[in-house]
């Protein structure tokens, strides 16, 4: 999808730059997710090191000028209609809505000349150590000894948590509307051709759900209930990301909290933030922004729409930061990770990428004392792990590690399939040590059935692992349920995975063994890839398809080669995932 920091970034850069460098236009770039690969896509290493100096140091002190920041936005809607980056209406309401931000933490950056110089032209022209790693320090306490989980006694206790994530609430649905445009969303207007419109429940389409489809599955999972506790790991709002205001945001996130609550209140629910929260869309200042481009509108809004669900303690960080952590059993605790503070999407980050907000020194200080009190611990998150910056991801890598004794589940949204990562051993990379789930989406973008999950995790009594047991994934039929718009659409159960995979147990280990049997088993891994979708695949899997998506469910830390090396031969091109988020 549009990663508008990749979009506003180089074109940011490349208005101030105007044409001071020739721009090949080889049809709509694939829009780079980071600052590095900026510079190669559009070949800017022709540019000198005294003209990049210079160039920089006239925009760092222009945009310091309020009227220049004007002009700089005027200019990047230009370049971006004329590299044809979007649509021109998109391309004009973008720059509206990203230039404070952005124009902002530009200025706040460390990017001064000197460094982007030495991004940009190569080392002899400046350093470049931004985003150079950083480690989090642990607490002098050894760590304890290794247990490897066994299943639970026949007949103990098990504990069901629903999870619900992005739900992407498009109020501007339309049944009936075009299922194809050019904005990056569609089925909002009256379709212009013959063809058939957007279903009454959703969509196999680049769109979102109308209310009365997440009505219809909350209705569902309330007559399913009860469970131990729900789960939810945010994107609220649609992908209309262009058109986003703060107030639209809030009403997503007022109405759709209204009916959890509604029809779920009765249980514990634990929200997690996810990156559509904000507009503009990834805009996540850390807590020393201050002033009206920090994020207190919205985490202020969530500590208030959440009250009835958080404990006071877990509403303060909230409110500072948008993570949590609080007690959910006598022996389980729930931490809350925002993880838009891991995101090379969030352009703020440019500004200081060290320990956003002290997240993970924060995280192992809850580890620790939880270790010394005996409490396992469950961990939510919107972006998984594996998608974060290096440094985040590796310090993260490094924490699971420590506290692999402790950390009894890890639960992610965000990417909208169905599919999971692997943390091994730091030392050898081999002993399986925890594993992410990632549920797919609620919403259908982009082509997938609506779907839920239900993990069935080691329940409460003395002893327990509180470590997840099986999972069961379930799907609303969009053929079945738009055949029929009047009729209340049924749920049913896609899979449950062990039974569908085979597996005795579902501990870290089992996973593993998953990778591996999905290597020799072909037909095994094409069920995989159909459940990956919910039932709704449009392209087949191979080959370098397949050796790129086991590759990542082996990857719980980002830019590590050595965890593929054995799969990825080199020589092979990568295949590039597609991305539904
Ligand atoms: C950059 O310079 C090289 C030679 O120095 C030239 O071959 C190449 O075409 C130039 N690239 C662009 C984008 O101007
Ligand atoms: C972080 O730790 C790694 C591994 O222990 C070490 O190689 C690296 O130099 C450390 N980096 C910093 C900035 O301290
Ligand atoms: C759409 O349907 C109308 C009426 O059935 C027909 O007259 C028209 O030619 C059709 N247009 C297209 C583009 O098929
Ligand atoms: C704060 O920013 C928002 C969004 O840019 C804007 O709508 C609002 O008017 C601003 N408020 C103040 C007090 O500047
Ligand atoms: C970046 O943040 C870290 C952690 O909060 C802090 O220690 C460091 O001084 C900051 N760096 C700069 C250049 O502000
Ligand atoms: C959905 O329903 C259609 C029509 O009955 C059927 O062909 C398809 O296999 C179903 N998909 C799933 C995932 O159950
Ligand atoms: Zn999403
Ligand atoms: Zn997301």
Not at 188 to 211: E, I, V
Not at 323 to 337: A, D, E, H, I
Not at 479 to 493: G, H, I, K, S, V
Not at 500 to 520: E, N, R, V
Request: glycine share 6%.
């Amino acid at each position: 999808m549009y990663d508008m920091r990749g979009l506003l970034v180089p074109v940011l850069i490349l208005s101030s730059l105007g044409s001071t460098f020739p721009i090949t236009d080889k049809g709509p770039p694939t829009l780079p997710s980071h600052v590095q690969h900026v510079g190669a896509q559009y070949g800017w290493h022709n540019l000198s090191c005294p003209i990049c100096k210079i160039l920089f140091s006239v925009l760092d002190i222009s945009l310091e000028v309020e009227s220049n920041q004007e002009a700089v936005a005027e200019l990047a809607e230009r370049v971006c209609r004329e590299l044809r980056l979007a649509e021109p209406s998109v391309c004009q309401q973008t720059v509206q809505i990203f230039k404070k931000d952005m124009i902002t933490a530009w200025v706040m950056s460390m990017l001064r000349p000197s460094e982007i110089c030495g991004l940009l032209v190569g080392a002899e022209c400046g350093t470049w150590d931004i985003g150079s790693d950083w480690n989090i320090t642990f607490p002098p306490k050894p760590k304890p000894p290794v247990v490897p989980p066994v299943p639970p006694a026949p007949g103990s206790p098990v504990s069901r948590v629903l999870f619900l994530t992005d739900l992407h609430w498009d109020r501007d649905y339309l049944p009936g509307g075009s299922l194809n445009c050019q904005e990056p969303l569609c089925c909002r207007n009256p379709p212009t051709d013959n063809r058939t419109g957007a279903g009454y429940w959703g969509t196999y389409s680049k769109c979102d759900l109308p209310l009365h489809t997440i009505q219809s599955l909350l209705r569902h999972v309330s007559a399913q209930g009860p469970y131990q506790a729900v789960y939810w790991t945010g994107d609220i709002p649609a992908h209309n990301v262009w058109q986003q205001t703060r107030a639209n945001q809030l009403d997503a996130l007022k109405t759709v909290t209204g009916l959890i609550q509604k029809y779920l209140g009765t249980m514990p629910i634990y929200p997690a933030v996810g990156n559509h929260e904000s507009t503009p869309v990834n805009s996540f200042p850390p807590p020393y922004v201050q002033g009206n481009l920090s994020s207190h509108w919205l985490y202020h809004s969530m500590a208030q729409e959440w009250h009835q669900w958080l404990p006071e303690s877990a509403l303060k960080t909230l409110r500072t930061a948008g993570f949590y952590t609080v007690q959910t059993g006598p022996r389980l605790r729930l931490v809350s990770l925002n993880m838009n503070f891991c995101a090379v999407e969030n352009f703020w980050l440019l500004i200081n990428y060290t320990d956003p907000a002290g997240q993970l020194q924060w995280l192992v200080q809850v580890l620790q004392e939880a270790e010394e009190k005996g409490e396992k611990v469950h961990i939510i998150g919107h972006i998984p792990p594996g998608s974060c910056m290096k440094s985040w991801s590796w310090n993260y890598y490094r924490i699971v590690n420590r506290y692999e004794g402790t950390i009894a589940g890890q639960f992610f949204g965000h990417t909208h399939v169905d599919e999971f990562e692997m943390f091994y051993d730091e030392e050898t990379l081999t002993r399986p040590v925890s594993v992410a789930f990632i549920s797919p989406s609620v919403t259908t973008f982009i082509n997938l059935n609506p779907g839920y999950r239900v993990y069935q995790i080691d329940g409460e009594y003395p002893g327990s692992s509180h470590m997840v047991l099986d999972h069961e994934t379930y799907i609303l039929n969009l053929t079945e349920a738009n055949a029929q718009p009047t009729l209340e659409p049924r749920w049913p159960l896609l899979y449950s995975a062990r039974k569908t995979y085979g597996m005795k147990s579902a501990f870290p280990a089992d996973w593993d063994l998953l990778i591996h049997t999905f290597l020799q088993d072909d037909k095994l891994f094409q069920t995989f890839w159909y459940l990956h979708h919910k039932g709704h695949v449009d392209e087949v899997c191979r080959e370098n398809c397949k050796t790129t998506l086991l590759c990542a469910l082996r990857t719980g830390r980002s830019s590590d080669p050595e965890l593929c090396k054995d799969l990825l031969l080199p020589g092979k091109p990568v295949w590039q995932r597609k991305k539904f988020c």
